[in-house]
Nanobody
Framework: QVQLVESGGGLVQAGGSLRLSCAASGRTFSGYTMGWFRQAPGKEREFVAHISWSVGSTYYADSVKGRFTISRDGAANTVYLQMNSLKPEDTAVYYC?????????????????WGQGTQVTVSS
């Protein structure tokens, strides 16, 4: 059974930074794609970034490009999202997700497993 557990969310002022972690367990994730999504109140869940676990290639939503960095630690089976220059519009619940078929896509329906989410709140 795949489990994804996010941590690292919190309250931060605009311009600040946070690092989210996603601890993955239940299988080897080499060869898969891991993604981060977010959902603000009253809005649909949207893509933030994804990374190919095996080769480390990354892809970002335009709204976070240049501010957020996704990375992974194979030994720790953990994916990270470093978020810098945070804005109030980044406020959302952030979810980690696993794409076990390695579609490598921003489409949320292609992701097979999801974590429970971690709240990020950016004050102005």
């Amino acid at each position: 059974q795949v489990q994804l557990v996010e941590s690292g969310g919190g309250l931060v002022q605009a311009g600040g930074s946070l690092r989210l972690s996603c601890a993955a367990s239940g299988r080897t994730f080499s060869g898969y794609t891991m993604g981060w999504f977010r959902q603000a109140p009253g809005k649909e869940r949207e893509f933030v970034a994804h990374i190919s676990w095996s080769v480390g290639s990354t892809y970002y939503a335009d709204s976070v490009k240049g501010r957020f960095t996704i990375s992974r630690d194979g030994a720790a089976n953990t994916v990270y999202l470093q978020m810098n220059s945070l804005k109030p519009e980044d406020t959302a619940v952030y979810y980690c997700a696993a794409d076990l078929k390695n579609w490598g896509t921003p489409e949320r329906r292609k992701y097979d497993y999801w974590g429970q989410g971690t709240q990020v709140t950016v004050s102005s």
